[in-house]
């Protein structure tokens, strides 16, 4: 079966994995695509596939251009599937009765895959090793995959409705379409919501002052409307260049009897430093409405650094339990959710107590900026406490506005050698943050933890596209709506949608106060240690016992209403 793509083979794997063509690698794959549809897909009859997160199975390893699928021979007619691009790291074990190859996964699980014959455990090998690390993103598994249940249009992130609930609380607002072609911000939709009194040049030319183009732009808008804002770093310099109209597009919203809050993500130190690279932060003369705040939120690499070392020991599960607990304390990740949820608690508090709006920003506006924004809307709105609702905020705030997925989600945590400055895991942490909130407050959720593992899952690899691309200026030009499936759209299609909510949700429109407290702040189980985590059982338990109380409830309505007819029927029939 291997004949047919030996020559591909041994070209691609005649260098480093470093160096591999990324012409003969797309040969590649339509090869074993080619061969899916012809019956002629590679093939090994007796093969072994253990993991963390299944039973042992001996079946039939087949390889196809996006899959490694084992086939059961337990007569079950059971299969495994493994996602190529879900492949983080392979190790092989080769030995003379036995070849042992270990898949290490970007969801943090790990499967060990047996066959008998070298030959085809290096072709395996050195297969999966090209097709995990395709880029081309049209030949990516989306691009390939089609559901099986027809899904409608989620219509997720839509502006208009946005704007029309902004339109309730202020009407200071309008529907922008200066970045139309994506002419001024790549990393910004072509239609944005600004203040009315702000015309399209001046947004370009506060656009020209800002990093990568991205202007203050609104994010958030308080029931009593104040504001939250996010956008990049100034460009002041060392030669302290200013900008009118970003000022006045600023204090535009602040009117002239309030005053508000700038919030910079990193230290006063670094902030001054970047003025010796073109960038800056505010200055105090040119913006007096505003006052600064400086919260240090980590960059993305240190970011990687952390849940490698988290991952590292929640997976031990021989450690002692002192030893443990401090190895998850030295990996700081549970200090790194603490300083989000408190920077996000702030600007809660600067909103909804102190009636102040917030501008918040990092220096690129699309890292941490995006998580105190979303924390933020969690914290006060209890629309974003919604399956729908915090769907919508995913789509709206880090899909639509930015956040290079591709890049920061490129490799996992068993990936080799150091993480370049554009991987992290700046979105893994923001999910961790909403699971600490949906622990402190288990009633006011509308969905379970079970959503957020499964958005993390599929961040990394997945069948669908929405997570494909670092913006929308890429999903435009690789036509990632028309051409894939949208994840929102299988999320909330009827037959999934149940599966995801929380049996003890009671909604409040109130605003939820975390705690910030080390002793509040838990290990997210249900993700980073699945096998040890009772919680999803007993989850699963109180959605089936509700569901069963639901259509119990509906046979009864359905049989009261029949016995009231059938007596207004005896009743007639007496009269």
Not at 79 to 104: M, S, Y
Not at 373 to 399: A, D, Y
Not at 425 to 435: A, E, N
Request: charged share 20%; glycine share 4%; aromatic share 8%.
């Amino acid at each position: 079966m291997w004949a047919m793509f030996k020559q591909s083979l041994d070209e691609l794997t005649s260098t480093t994995p470093k160096k591999e063509d990324p012409v003969k690698a797309q040969l590649l794959l339509m090869q074993l695509v080619s061969a899916e549809t012809l019956g002629t897909t590679p093939k090994v009859e007796e093969a072994f596939l253990e993991g963390s997160c299944i039973s042992k199975m001996i079946g039939s390893a087949c390889l196809t251009g996006h899959h490694l699928i084992l086939y059961s021979h337990s007569g079950d007619n059971a299969e495994h599937w493994i996602l190529h691009k879900n492949v983080d790291a392979i190790d092989r074990r080769f030995g003379n009765d036995k070849c042992q190859i270990t898949l290490k996964c970007k969801d943090f699980e790990t499967y060990c895959l047996t066959v008998l014959s070298q030959e085809d455990a290096t072709n395996i090998a050195n297969s999966i090793e090209v097709l995990s690390s395709l880029d081309n993103i049209n030949l990516q598994y989306p691009f390939f995959y089609k559901a099986t249940n027809s899904l409608s249009e989620s219509n997720l992130g839509s502006i208009e409705e946005d704007f029309l609930m902004i339109s309730n609380v202020s009407d200071q607002w309008r529907i922008s379409e200066v970045n139309n072609n994506f002419q001024i911000c790549p990393t910004y939709p072509q239609r944005i919501i600004v203040p009315k009194s702000i015309s399209d040049q001046m947004i370009f030319k506060s656009s020209e002052f800002r990093n990568l183009g991205r202007f203050p732009i609104l994010s958030y808008c308080h029931h009593n409307g104040r504001v939250v804002m996010r956008c990049s770093q100034p460009q002041i310099g060392t030669n302290n260049r200013r900008c009118k109209e970003d000022e006045k597009l600023i204090n535009v919203v602040l009117g002239s009897h309030h005053r508000g809050y700038i919030m910079d993500t990193r230290t006063q130190q670094i902030a001054l430093q970047a003025r010796s690279k073109g960038g800056g932060t505010e200055t105090e003369f040119n913006y007096p409405q505003w006052k600064k705040i400086h919260h240090n939120l980590s960059r993305p690499s240190a970011l990687y650094d952390s849940i490698c070392k988290l991952v590292e020991v929640s997976r031990d599960k021989g450690c002692a339990v002192d030893k443990w607990r401090s190895r998850l304390e030295s990996s700081n990740w549970l200090h790194h959710v603490k300083e989000v949820l408190t920077a996000s608690c702030l600007v809660s508090q600067c909103l909804d107590k102190e009636g102040a709006s917030v501008l918040i920003h990092c220096a690129d506006g699309f890292d941490s900026t995006l998580q105190i924004t979303s924390l933020t809307q969690i914290i006060l709105n209890p629309e974003c406490r919604t399956l729908r609702g915090f769907l919508n905020l995913v789509e709206k705030e880090w899909i639509l506005y930015g956040h290079p997925f591709r890049e920061r989600c490129a490799r996992s945590v068993y990936s080799v050698g150091k993480a370049s400055r554009d991987e992290g895991p700046t979105f893994l942490l923001f999910l961790d943050c909403v699971h600490q909130l949906q622990h402190q407050y288990p009633l006011s959720f509308e969905f379970d933890g079970s959503l957020l593992c499964q958005i993390a899952r599929h961040t990394y690899a997945s069948q669908f596209g929405t997570f494909l691309c670092n913006n929308e200026l890429e999903r435009f030009t690789s036509r990632v709506r028309s051409k894939t499936t949208s994840l929102w759209s299988h999320l909330l299609s009827d037959d999934v949608f149940p599966s995801y909510l929380n049996p003890v949700y009671q909604p409040r429109s109130d605003t939820i106060w975390p705690s910030v407290a080390p002793q509040s702040l838990m290990l997210w189980g249900e993700l980073f240690t699945p096998f040890v985590d009772p919680s999803a059982v007993t989850r699963r338990c109180l959605r089936s016992n509700k569901l069963y109380l639901h259509e119990l409830r509906s046979t009864i309505n359905e049989l009261s209403k029949e016995v009231s007819q059938l007596e207004e029927q005896e009743e007639k029939l007496k009269t």
